[in-house]
């Protein structure tokens, strides 16, 4: 098997023990009931920061053999290494664009996010110098305050682009600030800024781009945010937005990640555990090690906090997290080498999840999952 990032010149075929499974068929699945859910509006894949650490290209190219369409990403690198692995779908890259990028934006036929007037002259200006069209979508803050045109003065933005006549405007789009809140004051307003925005289009009886702005947080909760397309990212890979969030839609968790004992030893009181010495037994007890660490995203903060399943039972592990290993407690329980441990899935009745990892390292469920690094094999599985 060739696994991106690991060496070909391997150990007898065994890929290191420490691995992510990624059940492609959950992706679907949750894919599948996000388009149910949200009836008439496209569902547009999020697939940036290596489609949530769950693998870019496997990802992308499972989600189009299930009818999405167009995607989206953050950067045009993401975009670039989708196009490289043949992907020939629109795809919508969601982040801000510096002018010596929109070349390669318009050659590679991606779509750009056009967030102010002068970014928007620039890109029809390299389109008619390159006797191409550029694709855009128009990006309208009304709340976020990161990039786009404000509601309140977006008029010159729109007005600009009706004048442009190498780039097809395709759609328009805001983003939430708080849409997986319990609270959703802030976010009714922003769609109604939005709506304010649009009818610019109205007003002019002019055909409206497609119109867009619900992440996952307002696809569970807001559904006069849906729109024309909506744009989930962390629902489709089975992991709600945040603690509070409504989880009006039934999804389930694609990654598990999975690692081996690799080391047994009995501790004795008075023989303090890793770096600084934080743990110490007070009575004789065996302890595991295992080959995972921060250098794999298993963050350090997390030491001292952390679970992990081993034989259907819940340990856990004790002293600091170390860049490449971490000890478990087992006390006077068995455990062998080659042992599978779960850092985030299930096991016999007992399961972790990546919420569980994302409140003992004191974040949030993406950054658990964005940052388990490539140092980490991904597996695929999929149940044909
Ligand atoms: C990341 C992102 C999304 C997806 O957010 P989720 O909360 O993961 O659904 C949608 N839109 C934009 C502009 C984003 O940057």
Not at 19 to 40: A, F
Not at 112 to 140: F, G, N, W, Y
Not at 256 to 280: A, E, I
Request: net charge neutral; charged share 20%.
């Amino acid at each position: 098997m060739q696994v991106p990032n690991h060496p070909t010149i391997t150990t007898n075929g065994a890929l290191r023990p420490t691995q992510v499974y990624v059940d492609l068929e959950k992706i679907s699945g949750n894919y599948h009931t996000i388009q149910k859910h949200v009836g008439d509006s496209i569902v547009m894949p999020i697939l940036k920061a290596n489609a949530y650490g769950h693998g870019l290209i496997e990802v992308a190219k499972h989600i189009v053999k299930q009818g999405a369409n167009i995607l989206g990403v953050a950067f045009l690198e993401e975009a670039l290494l989708l196009r490289e692995s043949g992907v020939e779908n629109p795809i919508l890259v969601l982040g801000g664009v510096l002018g010596n990028q929109v070349p390669t934006f318009i050659q590679h036929d991606l779509t750009l996010t056009a967030s102010s007037v002068e970014k928007l002259q620039q890109i029809d200006e390299v389109a008619a110098r390159m006797r191409k069209k550029a694709k855009v979508h128009l990006k309208i803050d009304t709340g976020m305050e990161r990039i786009g045109v404000h509601y309140y003065s977006a008029t010159p933005l729109l007005q600009a682009s009706l004048g442009c006549k190498h780039t097809i405007v395709e759609g328009i789009f805001s983003h939430f600030a708080n849409a997986d809140a319990a609270d959703l004051t802030s976010s009714r307003l922003q769609v109604e800024r939005f709506h304010e925005v649009l009818k610019f289009y109205q007003d002019r009886s002019l055909p409206t781009p497609i119109r867009h702005m619900a992440n996952s947080g307002a696809i569970l909760q807001l559904p006069e945010s849906y729109l024309d397309m909506v744009r989930p990212g962390i629902i489709l890979y089975g992991v709600y937005p945040s603690h509070d969030v409504r989880k009006t839609i039934p999804i389930s968790p694609a990654l598990s990640w999975h690692t081996r004992v690799v080391y047994f030893k009995v501790v004795k009181p008075g023989h303090p555990v890793s770096y600084g010495s934080t743990w110490q037994t007070d009575h004789l007890t065996r302890v595991v090690t295992i080959p995972v660490g921060y250098g794999d995203g298993y963050f350090r903060s997390m030491s001292g906090k952390a679970e992990v399943l081993i034989r259907g039972n819940r340990y856990p592990t004790i002293g600091r997290i170390c860049m490449d290993q971490v000890m478990v407690n087992i006390e006077w329980e068995t455990a062998y080498n080659n042992d599978e441990v779960i850092l985030i899935g299930n096991q016999g009745d007992e399961k972790i999840t990546c919420e569980d990892l994302a409140r003992w390292a004191d974040t949030i469920p993406y950054e658990i999952l964005t940052n388990i690094n490539t140092r980490v094999p991904r597996i695929y599985q999929t149940h044909q």
